[in-house]
């Protein structure tokens, strides 16, 4: 029983009803054509028996006009086919790509410490194995288990009509062969969960070795990297086999059921035949309509499978549905374009329970200073800046905004347009520099580019570059020195017309000459920003007007003369 109702769990089929939204009428034309060429399986025995006894009775004419429509049967039956297939690629890519679109939605409304807790290889098989197999069930298995029925049904008749006997013995198939491939479903779903779930680790661990080629080639890892992915491969391997033994099992057990249905259904012709109850042509129609009696029900035990591992992975891929979203607005600000400050207040925070991280910041950043946060490793500095982009929430105490008017705006996912951000090492997309650039402001003119460029002190080598801007650069900025990527990156952040700028070790692979113009740059925009930069260089302290140090999750500001000496 609770089997049973894990395998109808509602929230599943409302699920799959709403990724078909709008896709009805293109699903129904797909069963709709299933069930027309299922359907003329039934009318070609029927004609085929009026061939052959017209035939052997020698009433040549009425036979050939029934071959023609045979042969007419025939090539409707491969038109639509053709049809099909269009209609049923069509149905699928769309529904493909609404997916993949609806997933990467949903990851990017989420709450970042939700999301960020899945490896990205896990992502993308959600991304492509689950959303293939959602796709697959409702696209392709739907409409055939429908056109099955509909065959079933259809043959059924027929052979009632010909012959009850056996009809009743062919629709015996049926409940034992729906008991049987329950039977094999609620097991193959157990396995098809372990199977996507390590197929999910195979991706990340392969995900991971080709990201960190340069480590693993100069480690020297290639040996070690080749054996986890063999193990890994190993897994997977087991759980895939563990399946197929068990679908070759129950395929072998019906398929014997279903040959020995058969062999009797052509005894008991044959016997018909010999007493002069059935024609040469009933014969024939006879065993078409036994085979298109056992070939849907063999089609249906073989669609579960198909099934099983749709709603699994449609199992597997509402768990994002279910994430915590950061409830965006999406309205722009009023005092966007203009200065503000931040304000701090007691802020308590810790990744994990009791385990605080920042044990009662407190600050207050007037508009347009440029503050510099220092502090040694992994006392968290970047923590502090992701509760400001409101990545994540204070456990108690409060942030906000301070606006020209000394209005507050308290931070949420909304107010993370008044922030622009150079995170930590290399950020840049695969694509031209222009390209990367934009991502700070899409209608940015070219004049803004250039300020921007030259405020980073970009500009100089961007214009030594044979295709200057357009210059295609690689993945994670490959073809760039890590000063030059820094650089590019600075000036995405200064390109977006955010007043607050929060930079995290930048200007940590600039020349102590470049940051400090970088950051000297960055106090004299018009209109002017508010900037936070952690930094380890004590070189830079001069251009700041606040240097505030983290120390055991308090914040103290350091006068500059004992940071410097
Ligand atoms: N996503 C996370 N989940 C759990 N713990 C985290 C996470 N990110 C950081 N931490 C932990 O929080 C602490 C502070 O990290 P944070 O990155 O803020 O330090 P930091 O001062 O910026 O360090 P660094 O100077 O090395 O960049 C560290 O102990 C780190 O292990």
């Known amino acids: ?9 509602t929230d599943i089929y409302r699920w799959l009803k709403q990724c078909m939204t709008g896709k ?29 006894d017209h035939a052997v009775q020698n009433s040549m004419r009425v036979s050939g006009i029934y071959a023609i429509a045979f042969a007419l049967i025939l090539i409707l039956q491969l038109a639509l086919s053709s049809i099909l297939t269009l209609r049923t690629v069509k ?51 739907l409409p055939s288990i429908i056109s099955l029925i509909a065959q079933f049904a259809a043959a059924f008749i027929t052979l009632l009509y010909f012959d009850k006997t056996l009809a009743l013995f062919a629709f015996l198939l049926g409940p034992v062969s729906v008991l049987i491939s329950w039977y094999i479903g609620s097991r193959l779903k157990k396995m098809q969960h372990q199977i996507q779930a390590a197929e999910s680790r195979y991706r990340s661990l392969l995900h991971e070795c080709v990201q960190n080629l340069l480590i693993v080639k100069t480690f ?87 099934l099983i591992a749709m709603i699994t992975s449609a199992e597997r891929l509402i768990v994002f549905q279910k994430l915590e979203s950061e409830n965006k607005r999406e309205s722009l600000p009023a005092i966007r374009d203009g200065i503000s400050g931040l304000q701090m207040e007691h802020v308590v925070y810790g990744y994990e329970a009791n ?23 992994g006392e968290g500095k970047t923590t502090l800046l992701r509760l400001l982009l409101a990545l994540i929430k204070p456990q108690t105490g409060d942030v906000c905004i ?32 222009a390209d990367n650039l934009r991502i700070g402001h899409p209608s940015a003119t070219e004049e803004e580019i250039n300020a921007a460029t030259q405020a980073a002190c970009a500009r100089g080598f961007i214009e030594k570059l044979p295709q200057g801007i357009d210059t295609v650069i690689g993945e ?27 930079l995290d070790e930048a200007t940590s692979a600039l020349d102590m000459d470049t ?7 960055i106090r004299n925009l018009q209109p002017p920003r508010t900037c936070i930069a952690i930094t380890h260089r004590l070189s830079v302290f001069d251009v700041c007007d606040h240097i505030y140090r983290l120390s055991k999750g308090q914040l103290l500001e350091q006068k500059k003369e004992l940071v410097t000496h």
């Open 24 to 52: 009805w009428g293109a699903l129904s034309v797909i069963i709709i054509l299933n069930v027309i060429i299922s359907l003329s399986g039934a009318v070609l025995a029927i004609v085929s028996k009026q061939v052959i």
């Open 91 to 141: 149905l699928r890519e769309a529904m493909n790509n609404d997916l993949q679109r609806n997933f990467m939605d949903r990851l990017y409304r989420a709450e970042w410490s939700a999301a960020g807790k899945y490896h990205s290889g896990d992502l993308l098989t959600h991304l492509t194995n689950d959303v293939a197999n959602v796709t697959d069930g409702l696209v392709n298995t």
């Open 402 to 433: 301070i606006g020209k008017d000394h209005e507050r705006i308290s931070l949420s996912a909304d107010t993370r347009s008044y922030f622009s951000y150079v995170p930590q090492g290399n950020t840049l997309f695969s694509g031209t520099i």
């Open 515 to 521: 940051e400090w113009t970088v950051l000297q740059n």
């Open 355 to 377: 385990k605080p991280i920042l044990t009662g910041v407190s600050l207050r950043i007037q508009p347009g200073e440029l503050i510099a946060l220092i502090g040694t490793s």
């Open 220 to 306: 020297e890892h290639e040996q070690d990297s080749l054996q986890k992915v063999q193990a890994s491969q190993a897994n997977r391997l087991f759980w895939i086999l563990k399946r197929t033994r068990f679908n070759v099992a129950a395929d072998l057990t019906m398929g014997i059921g279903y040959r020995l249905g058969f062999f009797l259904a052509f005894i008991w012709g044959a016997y018909r035949i010999s007493i002069g109850a059935a024609s040469f042509g009933m014969f024939t129609a006879f065993l078409q309509l036994v085979g298109q009696i056992q070939g849907p029900l063999e089609g249906l035990a073989r669609s579960f499978p198909v």
């Open 476 to 502: 994670h900025g490959s073809g760039l020195s890590e000063g030059q990527a820094q650089r590019i990156a600075i000036a995405r952040a200064l390109l977006r017309p955010a007043p607050i700028l929060l």
């Open 1 to 9: 029983m609770k089997k049973l109702r894990h395998l109808l769990n």
